[in-house]
């Protein structure tokens, strides 16, 4: 049969069907129906006052070769300026301490939070996904992505496979990434829990040289992270669509931030040393993500709420919500709200006391301690020609960190030990 | 919310975030769904999307009398005049007998003599069957755009492309009135999206899923292009064992062996779609390798 000799007539039938319809002949050469590059970029400028600074670059691409057969790759460039905070407790005297490189100090003045202000880096991200479907109601997508910054490499994979039940009106998906994390800091990886040499305690450079090096570790160290990632989308009707995800990551290895400290202090809750910080080396995280769309008359409304809970204590609680509203055919306005909420890890200590003995692990870093946080956004769009868009966004950020239940002794009860962090987001994104 | 037009045969609703404008052609419930909150547009756009459908029907309906259809069905030896759109609708159909090496042949509607799709086990005698053969050949029919003749006992049959060149006829139209605005054209289930609709929402539609005894209903999403259903599933004849489908080889005067009971396709246009559904049911059991070569989405139903 002549069908089967000439297997592919979509071709011929094409032609036939843009004559008979009077449509350009742009179509035949173009029978498939692929679409073409469509390119996102976007460059968002977030600082936090009196700490950090990053300017990023977003240069993202996708392409549909035909068939729901889609390829999508992202450049993303940060850079990182600034202070951040160090863990160390504000004094009621100025002080002093050493740079992480082991190379110089820096002063902090009385009653400020201690930072380090020599927080600079530049990373490089590169993210590639192919997403198909596999046979009849499957789809299975995979990834690679890297990240490198001057003392971080990371690599991962990933792969996900996703089946239609019901004309598609239910997806379930389950996937599972896999990354490898290697971290060789400048100055090299602090020892957990030693002392921080200062210059002014030695007599010689060579000697305070000598006291910095044996707090270090040589080389690099690395940790291994395993995600698995159950999914569930539901469309409930024309208006509604419905998502609840579960994930579940291992992560084995170097969790440890080689540049935060903790301050050991006396009954008067002055400090007597510092000391470096000290993480365990392994954490199961559960997640669970509920997130459901609605169309309304003129726009979208978008809630999501996620629960983490982890073996190091750590729950939080996040809830999302955007509400799209169409202004006009070409133009929409988007106000964004987010809460968050987490409390302390288990090795979480603002300080610890002189009087006391060591904790097996211990981390005064505010990230991993309890606090609130909140986003406040809005995003204004303009739809252009041919499905380009140009879009705007500035976000008011907030953290408070909070003490979690430590008695404050002495001097500590008069200084701000959990200054809240604000942040200013904008951004320009612009599609094509 | 329902308000009357002042065109009594179309029915305008808000739907939320857009309008949807419901008529009845072509044996077919249509709706026109308009990504617009103005009324007045829509109710515009519904009302050519009317006129146009009947046009159509009107033309090329082989239940009418005095029609086009009718005309060139009545001109046997003699000859009949074509106009433009008829030509090319000739023309069509002429590229889809030769790509499918004859399967797709718009003469072979004289089978419906032999043939009742019931669902009773009343099989045609073969006689019957062999007496229609020698009025069927689309090869054997000579048109140029002003003409065309057809040997005596020939007719044409515009029922596999009539109601998808519709939806994308409407679908020219209504683009060509207001270019930037998408609308959904859905003659019962053989539809065409204008564009995409703003701020990259999908169409979300109901049609009658061809699988069961329409009990369900299934949501599709659409974005953009045309999707056509072939085939019925109440549509067939049954008898000792065997289940023969309304698909006929227009070559044999029998039912196609192992064809799928409902075959839809999404492609650019939505004749393209119906043309390409058609002939996969056409190909019988070889209809996924069919559709799979043609690197088209999809969904077959057996």
Redesign the interface.
């Known amino acids: 049969m002549q069908l089967n000799q000439r297997n592919n007539i979509i071709g011929a039938l094409t032609a036939a069907t843009c004559s008979l319809l009077g449509t350009p002949a742009i179509a035949q050469e173009s029978p498939s129906t692929a679409e073409p590059w469509q390119f996102d970029t976007a460059i968002l400028y977030y600082g936090e006052s009196e700490r950090v600074t990053a300017v990023e670059g977003v240069f993202s691409a996708s392409k549909d070769f035909g068939n729901e057969h889609i390829f999508s790759g992202k450049i993303t460039i940060d850079g990182l300026t600034g202070a951040s905070a160090t863990g160390a407790v504000a004094q009621p005297s100025a002080q002093t301490f050493t740079r992480p490189s082991g190379k110089g100090e820096y002063q902090i003045a009385a009653g400020e939070t201690p930072l380090d202000d020599t927080f600079r880096d530049t990373r490089i991200q590169l993210n590639g996904q192919w997403t198909q479907p596999l046979w009849q109601d499957y789809r299975v997508s995979s990834g690679v992505h890297l990240s490198k910054e001057y003392d971080y490499l990371s690599m991962a994979v990933n792969a996900n496979l996703a089946r239609d039940f019901n004309q598609r009106n239910t997806t379930v998906s389950a996937g599972l990434s896999y990354a490898f994390d290697s971290i060789d800091p400048e100055g090299g990886r602090p020892v957990a829990f030693a002392s921080m040499p200062l210059r002014s305690d030695y007599a010689t450079d060579q000697a305070f040289d000598d006291a910095f090096d044996a707090t270090r570790l040589s080389g690099s160290d690395d940790k291994n992270t395993l995600d698995l990632m159950l999914g569930l989308t539901q469309v409930i009707n024309r208006r509604t669509i419905m998502q609840l995800n579960y994930g579940l990551s291992v992560v084995d290895g170097y969790m440890t931030d080689p540049f935060k400290m903790l301050s050991v202090v006396n009954p008067q809750g002055l400090t007597q040393d510092l000391l470096y910080e000290n993480r365990p080396d392994s954490r199961t995280r559960h997640n669970v993500f509920w997130q459901t769309k609605y169309a309304l008359d003129s726009g979208v409304a978008d809630l999501s709420y996620r629960f983490t809970t982890d073996d190091w204590d750590i729950d939080s609680h996040t809830l999302d919500s955007r509400l799209r509203f169409n202004l006009t055919q070409d133009s929409y306005i988007q106000p964004h709200f987010r809460y968050y909420q987490q409390s302390a890890a288990d090795f979480y200590r603002p300080y610890l006391m002189a009087a006391e003995g060591l904790p097996q692990f211990a981390s005064a870093d505010y990230r991993v301690g309890e606090m609130t946080a909140f986003t406040l956004g809005l995003k204004y769009g303009m739809l252009l020609d041919d499905g380009k868009e140009l879009s705007f966004r500035i976000e008011y950020y907030q953290q408070n960190p909070k003490n979690p239940g430590f008695a404050e002794p002495g001097v500590l009860q008069d200084l701000d030990l959990y200054p809240s962090v604000k942040a200013v987001m904008a951004q320009v994104s612009y599609r094509f | 919310m329902s308000q009357t037009p002042d065109l009594p045969e179309i029915e305008l609703s808000w739907?939320?975030?857009h309008y949807c404008g419901r008529f009845s052609a072509m044996a077919s419930p249509c709706e026109l769904l308009i990504d617009?909150?103005d009324r007045k547009l829509a109710e515009h756009l519904t009302t050519l999307a009317f006129y146009e459908a009947k046009r159509i029907e009107h033309k090329y309906s082989r239940y009418l009398t005095g029609n086009t259809c009718h005309r060139i069905n009545h001109s046997a030896g003699k000859g009949a005049a074509l106009d433009e759109e008829t030509y090319?609708?000739l023309?069509?159909a002429d590229?889809?007998f030769s790509?499918?090496?004859g399967?797709f042949d718009i003469t072979s509607g004289v089978l419906r003599r032999a043939w009742k799709f019931d669902g009773s086990d009343r099989l045609p005698a073969p006689q019957q069957v062999k007496s229609l053969l020698p009025l069927i050949g689309w090869q054997k029919i000579e048109f140029d755009a002003n003409r065309i003749l057809m040997p005596e006992g020939f007719e044409l049959d515009f029922g596999g492309i009539g109601k998808e060149?519709a939806v994308?006829?409407v679908a020219?139209k209504c683009a060509e009135l207001v270019p930037?605005?998408s609308m959904l054209v859905n003659f019962g289930g053989d539809i065409q999206v204008t564009r995409?609709r703003?701020?990259k929402?999908c169409w979300?539609i109901?049609i009658e899923?061809p699988d069961s005894d329409g009990r369900a209903n299934?949501?599709?999403?659409i974005a953009h292009?045309g999707l056509a259903t072939s085939g019925d599933a109440r549509r067939f004849l049954y008898k000792d064992g065997v289940r023969y489908s309304h698909i006929l080889n227009p070559k044999t005067g029998y039912p196609v062996s192992h064809a799928p009971r409902s075959v839809t396709v999404?492609?650019?246009?939505c004749?393209?779609a119906g043309?390409?559904a058609t002939?996969a049911l056409l190909?019988g059991k070889?209809a996924e390798s069919?559709l799979t070569?043609?690197?088209?989405?999809h969904w077959i139903y057996r």
Not at chain 2, 218 to 221: A, I
């Open positions: 739907q939320g975030d617009s909150n090319k609708l023309c069509f590229s889809c790509l499918s090496d399967l060149y994308d006829a020219k930037h605005c995409a703003r701020n929402q979300h109901g899923n299934r949501l599709l999403r292009g999404a492609s650019e246009h004749v393209q043309i390409l002939l190909q070889n069919f070569q043609q690197g088209v989405t």
